[in-house]
């Protein structure tokens, strides 16, 4: 199985700060912030990673290299201008081959450990397996609507969610996943959009998920880069004084 960390984007809303580094490079407390997602992955028992980002491809391969110094073994894809996480994630099938994906947001934090869900996946005979959360304002986000043991649906960014089930940026696939994506067609953000896989899976009643009991966020604005700091400076046990 191989890991995917998708690390590209512009970072727009980190400005100025992105105008000369690349977000996921960004401190989250005491780490770049790339480090959650590739140590999410390792701790999984997936060693094998490809990083897909943009024009600052060389930033991550100096501080990342050949991903040794985090037990990883790292490969790059470089993805030009802003297609969408599902074209991102196309980029990756040279290095995935035949194998199955997990692929995460590269400003993604989960408190949950991942490996009972990657191995729930592995079990999978075939399919997708999606990560949800209920969250306060789920117009924000993918929003999925759930049928007892199934996925009925995802809407991306609705205005009006029938569910507070936010879908977060953990993405497990088997191989297939790349027909689906060269299948896609761009939306009205001119971007492939990976609401559109997983939508492709649940019409063939194969999309499964798990709902997270730990906290999960972005780190890609500055109030949650901020939330995302805090809250893993707490999981580590340390003390705010005034």
């Known amino acids: 199985?191989?890991?995917?960390?998708?690390?590209?984007?512009?970072?727009?809303?980190?400005?100025?700060?992105?105008?000369?580094?690349?977000?996921?490079?960004?401190?989250?407390?005491d780490q770049p912030m790339v480090y959650y997602p590739l140590q999410a992955l390792q701790r999984s028992g997936i060693t094998d990673v490809v990083l897909v980002t943009g024009a600052?491809?060389?930033?991550?391969?100096?501080?990342?290299?050949?991903?040794?110094?985090?037990?990883?073994?790292?490969?790059?894809?470089?993805?030009?201008?802003?297609?969408?996480?599902?074209?991102?994630?196309?980029?990756t099938q040279p290095h995935v081959g035949d194998d199955a994906l997990v692929a995460i947001l590269g400003d993604n934090l989960f408190q949950d450990e991942l490996a009972p869900y990657v191995q729930t996946f592995r079990e999978q005979?075939?399919?997708?397996?999606?990560?949800?959360?209920?969250?306060?304002?789920?117009r924000r986000f993918g929003v999925a609507t759930?049928?007892?043991?199934?996925?009925?649906?995802?809407?991306?960014?609705?205005?009006?969610?029938?569910?507070?089930?936010a879908v977060t940026g953990c993405y497990m696939y088997d191989n297939r996943v790349f027909d689906i994506i060269s299948t896609l067609r761009p939306s009205q953000r001119g971007e492939l959009e990976i609401t559109d896989v997983n939508n492709t899976y649940i019409a063939a009643g194969e999309l499964q998920y798990d709902i997270?009991?730990?906290?999960?966020?972005?780190?890609?604005?500055?109030?949650?880069k901020l939330k995302a700091s805090i809250l893993v400076a707490l999981s580590k046990g340390v003390t705010f004084h005034a």
Not at 70 to 90: K, M, P, R, S, V
Not at 125 to 138: C, H, S
Not at 153 to 159: D, F, V
Request: net charge negative; charged share 20%; proline share 4%.
């Open 125 to 138: 005979e075939r399919g997708a397996r999606i990560l949800l959360k209920q969250v306060a304002d789920a």
């Open 56 to 91: 600052e491809i060389e930033q991550f391969k100096t501080l990342l290299g050949d991903g040794s110094g985090l037990g990883l073994n790292i490969e790059y894809a470089q993805q030009d201008g802003a297609g969408g996480i599902a074209q991102a994630l196309g980029l």
């Open 1 to 29: 199985m191989i890991g995917v960390v998708l690390a590209g984007g512009h970072g727009t809303r980190l400005a100025p700060m992105t105008n000369v580094v690349n977000k996921h490079l960004l401190d989250v407390f």
């Open 212 to 224: 997270l009991n730990g906290w999960w966020t972005d780190a890609g604005t500055a109030p949650s």
């Open 146 to 165: 759930i049928d007892g043991d199934r996925i009925k649906k995802i809407e991306e960014k609705p205005q009006n969610p029938e569910t507070d089930m």
